[in-house]
């Protein structure tokens, strides 16, 4: 399904004037900026360590599925508690990936990241309360859009999955106990 998603959202971007694709450096999003890249042949990918999905510590690889978050913790303090990436942390490590772009922007510019880090990106841009946060769903393989204008990054949209069959929708999230 991931490498349908991939080919799908690649040819949504096929029109757009892209000039640069910065992508996270793991293999899932990285094989992402191949597909995207196989219709804009004159520019490369950049690959960032700061755009990886957050280090989960003794539960990474584990699938959000089978993460068992009791129902009396939030995600950040099990993460946290299983020696994972701090949200705090994370936050400023999204924070950098704006800072980064906002240095470079010169036209249009693609990220292929992960669910959480793009979130981490919007909780940066909107400064929404965590319960707030809660409510913003994203799925594989959906684009969100933002602009950088005159000194401030504003969300155009976000999970946009038109481009994706219904056979092609994996939700991206955590379960809890």
């Given at each position: 399904?991931?490498?349908?998603?991939?080919?799908?959202?690649?040819?949504?971007?096929?029109?757009?004037?892209?000039?640069?694709?910065?992508?996270?450096?793991?293999?899932?999003?990285?094989?992402?900026?191949?597909?995207?890249?196989?219709?804009?042949?004159?520019?490369?990918?950049?690959?960032?360590?700061?755009?990886?999905?957050?280090?989960?510590?003794?539960?990474?690889?584990?699938?959000?599925?089978?993460?068992?978050?009791?129902?009396?913790?939030?995600?950040?303090?099990?993460?946290?508690e299983?020696?994972g990436?701090?949200?705090?942390?994370?936050?400023?490590?999204?924070?950098?990936?704006?800072?980064?772009i906002?240095?470079?922007?010169?036209?249009?510019?693609?990220?292929?990241?992960?669910?959480?880090?793009?979130?981490?990106?919007?909780?940066?841009?909107?400064?929404?309360?965590?319960?707030?946060?809660?409510?913003?769903?994203?799925?594989?393989?959906?684009?969100?859009?933002?602009?950088?204008?005159?000194?401030?990054?504003?969300?155009?949209?976000?999970?946009?999955?038109?481009?994706?069959?219904?056979?092609?929708?994996?939700?991206?999230?955590?379960?809890?106990?």
């Amino acid at each position: 399904m991931g490498i349908s998603q991939a080919k799908d959202v690649a040819e949504k971007l096929s029109d757009m004037d892209i000039d640069l694709i910065i992508s996270s450096d793991l293999d899932r999003a990285y094989d992402t900026a191949k597909e995207i890249v196989k219709f804009h042949d004159e520019i490369s990918i950049e690959k960032s360590e700061l755009l990886r999905e957050r280090y989960f510590g003794d539960l990474q690889g584990k699938s959000g599925f089978n993460l068992d978050i009791p129902n009396n913790s939030s995600l950040t303090s099990y993460v946290e508690e299983h020696n994972g990436e701090t949200g705090e942390h994370f936050l400023n490590r999204a924070r950098e990936v704006l800072d980064s772009i906002e240095r470079k922007i010169e036209g249009e510019i693609v990220l292929v990241s992960h669910c959480g880090t793009i979130k981490a990106i919007l909780k940066n841009i909107l400064d929404e309360s965590p319960e707030e946060m809660k409510k913003i769903k994203l799925e594989n393989a959906s684009i969100t859009s933002l602009e950088f204008d005159d000194g401030e990054w504003n969300v155009l949209r976000y999970n946009d999955i038109e481009h994706l069959t219904d056979k092609n929708v994996a939700k991206c999230e955590v379960k809890k106990k």
